[in-house]
């Protein structure tokens, strides 16, 4: 136990650090500013090295940080799935979904509050994992995933509909880069993104540079912050396009894979999980917009 860091403060570093913002991080636990901001120091006095470059109001994560917030948001998954299945059985409209990262944060969580409003009995409890699951295990009842890989011929898969990619950047970085090569925002978890966006769209941008990420929602955050192009699944940038924070110049463009959701038993025979995926169905059908 002496080498365990302190608890509390990996909560509000996970927040932040998926987020990129201390005030992000603080509005979605229910804190402070300088909460955060503590929670964070403490960590880094802890460990006796930075965890976030500080840059003009802004942060990202250092090497280190990146490298602890991989594990702290696998570990605090994991134990939120355990704490789900000694719960889930006492609670019988509580839903549990596994969802891939970049698209619970940057699509599903923010919408989870119109869904309580139409259905306020139902309590959602979303995890984070891309990739293969385990329905069998009992903790999750729905799997949200990218339709990349095979899964087991006994799951039930519903589709969302067809993935739409296409380059995002800041309006600024537009104006001012729309004429010259552009700095490639690439993320590490699709490497293959810009190049799939090329074939599919038969479009071609030129580059000066590129940057690589560890996740969407890095890339994604950075080309918010005016650093460059990222490649944008469009529920991923559907609020930023709305807000006026990212543009996309060349729409977007149908890829191969779809959206799925997984299930052990068909969706249909389960009200609450039914109203779930419809509700899910729908919204995102709401987000299928060419943005310009």
């Not at 537009?174 to 700095?183: C, D, Q, S, V």
């Not at 996309?248 to 729409?251: I, V």
């Not at 169905?281 to 995102?284: G, M, P, Q, S, T």
């Given at each position: 136990m002496k080498q365990l860091p302190p608890l509390g403060p990996l909560v509000s570093f996970r927040a932040a650090a998926a987020c990129l913002s201390f005030t992000k991080a603080a509005r979605e636990l229910n804190l402070t500013h300088g909460a955060i901001s503590k929670a964070v120091k403490q960590l880094e006095e802890y460990y006796g090295l930075p965890l976030f470059h500080r840059r003009n109001r802004a942060i990202f994560l250092t090497e280190k940080g990146r490298f602890l917030f991989q594990h702290v948001d696998r570990l605090l998954n994991e134990l939120e799935e355990v704490s789900e299945q000694m719960r889930i059985a006492e609670n019988g409209q509580r839903i549990s979904v596994s969802?891939?990262?970049?698209?619970?944060?940057r699509w599903l969580m923010p919408r989870l509050e119109q869904f309580h409003e139409s259905f306020?009995?139902?309590e959602i409890h979303i995890s984070t994992a891309g990739g293969p699951i385990d329905l069998t295990s009992g903790?999750?009842?729905?799997?949200?995933?990218r339709s990349d890989f095979s899964w087991p011929a006994n799951y039930h898969a519903l589709s969302l509909g067809r993935e739409r990619i296409g380059p995002v950047c800041s309006p600024s970085y537009?104006?001012?880069?729309?004429?010259?090569?552009?700095?490639l925002l690439h993320t590490r978890t699709r490497r293959e993104a810009w190049t799939d966006w090329e074939q599919y769209s038969a479009k071609e941008l030129k580059a000066d540079s590129e940057q690589f990420y560890d996740h969407f929602y890095f890339s994604l955050q950075a080309a918010v912050a005016g650093l460059g192009i990222a490649m944008g699944p469009e529920p991923l940038v559907a609020d930023d396009l709305e807000r006026g924070l990212l543009v996309?110049?060349?729409?977007f463009v149908k890829t191969p894979?779809?959206?799925?959701?997984l299930s052990l038993n068909p969706?249909?025979?389960d009200k609450k999980l039914n109203d779930f995926v419809c509700w899910v169905?729908?919204?995102?059908a709401l987000d299928k917009n060419e943005y310009q």
């Open positions: 969802c891939e990262p970049s698209l619970s944060m306020p009995e139902t903790g999750v009842h729905l799997a949200i995933r537009w104006e001012k880069n729309k004429h010259k090569p552009k700095r996309a110049p060349f729409g894979i779809s959206y799925v959701v969706i249909d025979q169905r729908e919204h995102i």
